[in-house]
T-cell receptor, first 116, second 114 residues
Framework: EPEVTQTPSHQVTQMGQEVILRCVPISNHLYFYWYRQILGQKVEFLVS????????KSEIFDDQFSVERPDGSNFTLKIRSTKLEDSAMYFC??????????????FGEGSRLTVL | AQSVAQPEDQVNVAEGNPLTVKCTYS??????LFWYVQYPNRGLQFLLKYITGDNLVKGSYGFEAEFNKSQTSFHLKKPSALVSDSALYFCAVRVPNAGNMLTFGGGTRLMVKP
């Protein structure tokens, strides 16, 4: 069964450093997302991406964050200058039917980011 | 704005007993509703969704959920719980033509005891 894959599974970084989290969505999907889950808290929407541009973003997704689809398969989340409060599990997701609103999202296993 | 509430942080049930995990939503418009499950140190796995039609929808692993428009609820149910059902369950909502993101509830931890 096709799946969303994410790397790295865990990254530890120093505050102020740049981090890039990588995702390979399911190959025929067209809509891509990043969510995050701070330990013990709810899953929060960060950004959605379609047709090579951001379609929605939350207030969490400030200027420190950016997303890119550098080639036909990868979808990346960059945090320019990490803060302690960026420590969380980051989930990538993809979907093929958002145009109708009916499609479920398929999530990766997550990348745990720890900022020291 | 759309929101989802899961009023119980944790639900405890004995194996073999029926289980219910509650979800209520607040949206303007007709929602699309989803349930996801998260096992420890794993991503979210899709269980089932309500789009339209029959209010009772069936999903993976024997789970089902009932859409109740008048009570704005979408409770997750299973007739006979298994220990392996123990996990974190998330309800989520999307409003058609109001963006393409899913909004998640806070999650409910289900503990099934042998």
């Amino acid at each position: 069964e096709p799946e969303v894959t994410q790397t790295p599974s865990h990254q530890v970084t120093q505050m102020g450093q740049e981090v890039i989290l990588r995702c390979v969505p399911i190959s025929n999907h067209l809509y891509f997302y990043w969510y995050r889950q701070i330990l013990g808290q709810k899953v929060e929407f960060l950004v959605s991406f379609y047709n090579n541009e951001i379609s929605e973003k939350s207030e969490i997704f400030d200027d420190q964050f950016s997303v890119e689809r550098p080639d036909g398969s990868n979808f990346t989340l960059k945090i320019r200058s990490t803060k302690l409060e960026d420590s969380a599990m980051y989930f990538c997701a993809s979907s093929d039917q958002v145009g109708t609103g009916t499609g479920e999202l398929f999530f990766g296993e997550g990348s745990r980011l720890t900022v020291l | 704005a759309q929101s989802v509430a899961q009023p119980e942080d944790q639900v405890n049930v004995a194996e073999g007993n029926p289980l219910t995990v509650k979800c209520t939503y607040s949206v303007s418009g007709n929602p699309y509703l989803f349930w996801y499950v998260q096992y420890p140190n794993r991503g979210l796995q899709f269980l089932l969704k309500y789009i339209t039609g029959d209010n009772l929808v069936k999903g993976s692993y024997g789970f089902e959920a009932e859409f109740n428009k008048s009570q704005t609820s979408f409770h997750l149910k299973k007739p006979s719980a298994l220990v392996s059902d123990s996990a974190l369950y998330f309800c989520a909502v999307r409003v058609p033509n109001a963006g393409n993101m899913l909004t998640f509830g806070g999650g409910t931890r289900l503990m099934v005891k042998p």
